[in-house]
């Protein structure tokens, strides 16, 4: 066995620093890319491109003071922005980003990962109950209602894509896709989906990754740019830091389900590059659509987001369940 | 053998005993929190504590289980009849009797010593594995072997379901009439 203490090592701190570069960057390509939207310029004075916005921006939330609002429960406030930033960290160990180039995998990583987004709602609640605060209580509640009502859609959506594959490996998954731009899960009648619903699954699946992440149009939350912040009203210096890199960490991992599940991970639509390479570039595809609709789309409130959760994306989604489930019967 | 502390084995076995300590800590915590929510978190640490001693049992997908629905769902929903029951910071509810504390400790060491006693005089067979454990095996032996209590299950949930619209539509009648 090769695994000796220094790989290990390794592994954890290119995870974590992949996660952490991540973070800061899509920040900056967010505040960059809605400035060009909206025909301003964005950050630009620091460093080429204000390229060097995202660690300027850190050093100043770490040099703030940490402010515990009194009244606040102590140990769990500043245990919530850690757990915000926890599961999308743990996730990342078993993503493969090609057949060789993962961390460990194992053969129900799929699984892994939908496992540990889920105690991320938790750190939301910890954050809201514990500054004390009616503003940040009332916006956990919106917040949990909202992650707990998509977390349904979601999951039903990956089991059509689990029973089309039969596997929970994410590099089994994968291999069924490669070989054909066809055979990508997206794509309906070829490769070995035969569903003409799949591109439909699609939209279920990055809806609700995008209302799981707190996202515009969903990101009743939070509302960073108009109302107080919501369930982290409470926190500055580095906490708040630590909640808004989380948000952008749980994109990636979003993105990177998308693109493992219905984009054919890191099979090449015509050679060009290695498959990382192309596995890269549909994340930042998927991440750049995020942005995209964040500054395009204006925010809807809080009954439609529930309605559309509970009243047509878990039927749709029920429906689509039974309906692969005929075919793959049937063919 | 014992493997070296500055090994992939040692970091193991370190990890194990941390996470061994987070189950049974956060036992403890659950059960002696005078705050409703830090019992719930105390709750959280003991299910990822067991989930990873599920882990360390070579059976990732119970442990992976074990997270998704007591960590993800269970936790949750308690998190909810917190936030909307709010006690608030209310630290402790009612008075104890004096005995209760004695009385419970004694009926834990009782359990504890049965327990311990059973393990120690059990005479334990090496026993080979059933199957492999993994995703596939479990599905098979639901739908076939233990088939009647999976069917089961899915009524009991629905009997849930069904009662807990009983009881807000019920509520809402009363609040129509008046």
Known sequence: MSLTLFNVLAAVIIIVIFVALNAAYLVWCERRGAGRIQRRPGPNINGPFGLLQPPLDGLKLMAKQLLIPGGADKALFITAPVLAMFPSVMSFFTIPFSDILVAHNINIGLICVLAFASLGTMSLFFAGWSSHNKYSMMAAIRAISQSVAYEIP?????????????????????????GNIFHWNIFPLFGNSHNLLMPFSFLIFFICSLAETNRAPFDLGEAESELVAGYHIEYGSMGFGLFFMGEYANIVVGACLGALLFLGGWACPFGLFPGVWWF???????????????????????????????????????????????????? | MTPSFFSADGLVGIIFLLMLAAALVGAIVAVTAKRLVRALAGLIVCFVGVAAMYFFLNSPFVSMMQILIYVGAIAVTIAFAIMLTAPGDKEQMGSRNILYGPIGFCCAALVTFGFAALALTTNWIPF???????????????????????????????????????????????RWKS
Do not use: C
């Not at chain 1, 309605?307 to 049937?330: E, Y």
């Open chain 1, 154 to 178: 979601m999951l039903i959506t990956v089991i059509t894509v689990v029973m089309i594959s039969g596997s929970l490996d994410l590099r089994e998954i994968v291999r069924q896709q490669s």
């Open chain 1, 280 to 331: 890269i570039i549909k994340i930042y595809l998927l991440i750049a659509t995020v942005i995209w609709i964040r500054w395009t789309f204006p925010r809807t409130t809080i009954y439609s987001l529930l309605n559309l959760s509970w009243k047509v994306l878990i039927p749709l989604s029920l429906f689509n369940l039974l309906f692969t489930a005929g075919l793959l019967k049937v063919f």
């Open chain 2, 128 to 174: 080979a594995k059933i199957n492999d454990g993994s995703v596939q095996e479990v599905g098979r032996q639901l739908l076939t072997t233990h088939v009647m209590v999976f069917e089961l299950v899915s009524v009991m949930l629905l009997i849930a379901i069904l009662g807990a619209l009983a009881i807000t539509i019920e509520g809402r009648r009363k």
